[in-house]
Structure formats: structure tokens, C-alpha cells
């Protein structure tokens, strides 16, 4: 069995993704910052972190993972005009500087797994161009690069790829989700007819992470009911 570590495991995504790994028999370790009683699986080994702090403390970890998976994100839709520059800072920092940021402290540790992969999160966004989401699109659009850019760097003992997301039924995208009209309207614009559920991403993190995916690196995998790539 593997070893693996989720950044952000206390939201819908991660709580998924641990969830799946642990019924597989893996150890799992997560980190949450604000959502610390939010998650559904006792079995893992939970730490507190907050990605933007100066230094990060990670010590909890054994000296070997097999993977990692870095969860936390952003929604913040606003027309361009209403952003300024630290909006466009926030998100970076989060979504990129944080990444990169662990990947740093945990890198020498998947090193030594001889078969360890990272998985990243885009959005399904950066393809498509959607309205008021620059933000978001501009940050995740450089996760994208980052996954290539290290896809070729780590190559052959660490595998890194991506999945790209369409809106997905969690608590961060809860604003776009909370009534039935919402709900609908956002199901109706792909070609599936429905949002996706955690469990959908959590089966592809799944599978990167796995050796099921061993020849894949420097991927950005659309899990997003085929909003990217059909004409409904």
C-alpha cells in the first residue's frame, strides 16, 4: 500500500480523495487550515497548515510518500473592472505560490518513493474563457504550465499531471449552487445535464496517483462533463 498526502483534505474534493484512498488501504495524511471539523473520514492523520505561511511545517511526514495532492482553490468571480492587483495576487499565491511552495518541501520525499506522482488542480475555465473569471483563470492557467514545466523536470521518479475541473458540488462552489435554479442552470450547460460530484474527481485522482496511470505525465485531465470540449 501507498503513502499519500492531500493539501486541503478538509474540503469536498479532499475529503473525497482521502476517503477513496483510505478504503483502498492506504495511509493517508491531510492538512486542513480553516475546515478543520469538516471532514468524514476518521482514519487519516490530519494536520493543520496554512500554505501561506512563510515557512511550512511538514515534519509529521515519514520520510518516503508515494504522492501528492494539492486541493486548495479559489472562486472569486467578479467583472475585471471590479478587481485590483492584490485580487489577482491572492489567487496566485494560493493556487501556484502554494503549490510550489509544498512540492519544494515534499519533493526529496516522493524522490525516494522511485514511483511518486503529484496531482494539481486547473479549471475547466483556462480552456473555455468564461465571464468575471480572470481571476481564477489567470492563476490556474499557470498551474497548467507549472505541471508541464515539472512534468519534464522530475521526470522519470515523479510524475506530475492535472485535472481541469468544470463546477464541481462543494462547499467553495456553494454560492453558485445553493438553490435549485442554480442548480439546473449550471447542469443544463454541459453536455451531461449535471454538475460534477467530488466522487467523479476523487476516481481520477485516484487513478493519477496510481500506477494504473504510470506512462501519463504532464497531463491536464478534463473531468467536466464534456463542457470543454462538446458544443451542447
Request: charged share 20%; proline share 4%; with cysteine.
Amino acid at each position: 500500500m501507498k503513502t499519500y498526502l492531500i493539501i486541503g483534505e478538509s474540503g469536498g474534493i479532499g475529503s473525497a480523495v482521502s476517503l477513496l484512498l483510505t478504503s483502498q488501504g492506504n495511509t493517508v495524511y491531510g492538512t486542513y487550515n480553516n475546515n478543520e471539523k469538516t471532514t468524514t473520514n476518521p482514519t487519516i492523520q490530519r494536520h493543520h497548515l496554512n500554505v501561506l505561511d512563510e515557512e511550512l511545517n511538514l515534519d509529521f511526514l515519514p520520510d518516503q510518500i508515494d504522492g501528492l495532492v494539492y486541493c486548495p482553490g479559489s472562486i472569486n468571480l467578479k467583472p475585471f473592472k471590479q478587481l485590483n492587483d492584490q485580487d489577482f495576487l491572492n489567487d496566485y499565491q494560493l493556487n501556484v505560490l502554494g503549490a510550489v511552495k509544498v512540492i519544494r518541501e515534499v519533493l526529496p520525499k516522493l524522490k525516494k518513493s522511485g514511483e511518486g506522482s503529484i496531482v494539481l488542480f486547473s479549471t475547466a475555465a483556462v480552456k473555455m474563457g468564461f465571464n468575471f473569471h480572470s481571476t481564477v483563470s489567470s492563476s490556474k492557467g499557470a498551474i497548467e504550465g507549472l505541471t508541464k514545466a515539472l512534468a519534464a523536470e522530475f521526470a522519470p521518479k515523479v510524475r506530475v499531471n492535472c485535472i481541469a475541473p468544470s463546477i464541481t458540488h462543494t462547499p467553495l462552489a456553494d454560492k453558485l449552487l445553493n438553490t435549485d435554479k442554480k442548480m439546473e442552470a449550471n447542469a443544463k450547460r454541459h453536455p451531461l445535464q449535471r454538475v460534477g460530484q467530488p466522487n467523479d474527481i476523487a476516481s481520477a485522482v485516484s487513478f493519477l496517483l496510481s500506477q494504473e496511470s504510470a506512462w501519463m505525465t504532464g497531463e491536464i485531465l478534463h473531468i467536466d462533463g464534456g463542457i470543454t470540449t462538446i458544443r451542447g
